[in-house]
């Protein structure tokens, strides 16, 4: 995988239209992945009961706990 600061250099060595076109690509690739995850919570959200919602918030602080 290559790392951040291989890409940032990578990045350096592009000539300005190219760097802007990166660096439109970054955007919309963040901007896609902000509205999957929107998206993905508006279709799960109130699927949970109250109880089933406090189980869970119990499991989780639990696991958080046992992993300190």
Not at 24 to 37: C, G, K, M, T, V
């Amino acid at each position: 995988m290559i790392k951040l600061n291989d890409i940032v250099e990578e990045l350096k060595t592009l000539p300005p239209e190219r760097l802007e076109r990166a660096a439109d690509y970054i955007h919309r690739l963040n901007f896609a992945s902000r509205q999957e995850r929107k998206a993905a919570l508006q279709r799960t959200a109130g699927s949970l009961t109250n109880e089933e919602a406090d189980e869970l918030a119990r499991i989780i602080q639990q696991g958080c706990e046992a992993g300190r």
